[in-house]
């Protein structure tokens, strides 16, 4: 890989005789942030592409069928109702294996070609268009907006459209052996076929290697049918500290409803539900998956707005994914017109 264009050196003027003066320097250094301002944008998202498609390659619950609330089956039907492109997730819902690889494999593609800078406006546009799908889908529903993700990855997409890939990279390679087959006065055609079929070899490598390592992955990948996900959020098991259990009056909990009291341990929120006439039980408001507050129990769910899980307001199973594992539940007791906390169950 190569850097295309003129040196740093030559934009100062600093070799126009003499040391470079402080002027010089901050003139030198201004071109060079200027030049390599998109680097490490370009590096997070190859790097993140390329680590999402093999976590989604290694991962059993991905192409798990529709039993599996993590599966790309279960999250595109979920996503499927309030989505302006159902009708592309009804298409995707017809071939759900076929659909979850292009994903995967996808990401990897545009990982490898925007870390490699080969292609490299193709790769953002795959990146901007794979994020257009997932905010348009799974982020859709996100509230407010700034809180999926999927709209910021779009948006930083931009840059890398619109600037390409010219520096340390495959691209910048061919541009530099470009401009010496012009001085050497090869007709323009021969200049820009041969750097079409060397940068097509070179996809059709970086593929190769991109589609094997996807495989081994797949192959090897974890194996969590047994075991479940492990939650990224910090779920204590603590009993709680001796003292007066947290409580709230009975009459503020109604069949479908909710309080909020805290876990003295953690400190976490908990939600005192009676999803049945005279059943109670306290939910943990930390979501499972990434470990943002679930809000309050609504039509006999509780929803996750960072991206979308919905938790069974009864038991706190997982109702669709991402997230894999239930809501910690801890007892819940009567005792005339309060409702006690007890110890965490699950
Ligand atoms: Fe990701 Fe809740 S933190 S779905």
């Not at 009708?87 to 659909?99: D, S």
Request: hydrophobic share 40%.
């Amino acid at each position: 890989m190569s850097e295309a264009g003129n040196s740093v050196a030559g934009d100062g003027g600093a070799d126009d005789g003499g040391a470079a003066g402080p002027v010089d320097r901050a003139v030198q250094w201004r071109a060079f942030a200027s030049r390599y301002a998109l680097l490490p944008l370009r590096l997070f998202l190859g790097l993140t592409f390329v680590y999402a498609a093999l976590d989604k390659l290694s991962d059993a619950h991905y192409l798990a069928g529709a039993g599996d609330p993590a599966s790309f089956v279960s999250q595109t039907q979920a996503a499927k109702g309030g989505s302006p492109i159902s009708f592309l997730l009804g298409t995707a819902l017809h071939a759900p294996t076929l659909f979850a690889l292009a994903v995967a494999f996808g990401e990897l593609a545009v990982g490898l070609g925007t870390l490699l800078g080969l292609w490299g406006r193709v790769a953002a546009l795959g990146g901007a268009l794979i994020n257009l799908s997932l905010w348009l889908s799974i982020s859709w529903s996100v509230s407010p907006y700034y809180l999926g993700n999927d709209l910021g990855y779009l948006m930083a997409w931009t840059p890398l459209l619109l600037a390409g890939t010219p520096y340390l990279s495959v691209d910048g390679y061919l541009a530099q052996r470009a401009g010496r087959d012009r001085g050497r006065g090869l007709h323009e055609d021969r200049v820009k076929r041969r750097a079409l079929v060397d940068g097509g070899i070179a996809a059709v490598a970086i593929g190769g290697a991109g589609l094997l390592t996807g495989s081994l992955t797949r192959t090897f990948g974890r194996d969590e049918q047994a075991a479940p996900k492990q939650s990224a959020a910090p779920v204590s098991t603590t009993p709680a500290p001796a003292g007066p259990a947290p409580s709230v009056a009975a009459a503020s909990v109604p069949v479908g409803g909710s309080a909020q009291v805290k876990d003295p341990a953690t400190g976490d929120a908990v939600y005192i539900v009676q999803p049945k006439a005279g059943q109670y039980c306290g939910l943990s408001s930390v979501c499972t998956h990434s470990g943002c507050a679930v809000d309050a129990p609504k039509n006999g769910q509780l929803y996750c707005p960072c991206h979308g899980s919905r938790f069974d307001a009864a038991t706190g199973a997982v109702v669709n994914g991402p997230a894999v594992k239930p809501l910690p539940k801890y007892a819940v007791t009567r005792d005339g017109d309060k409702l006690n906390l007890g110890p965490l169950q699950s």
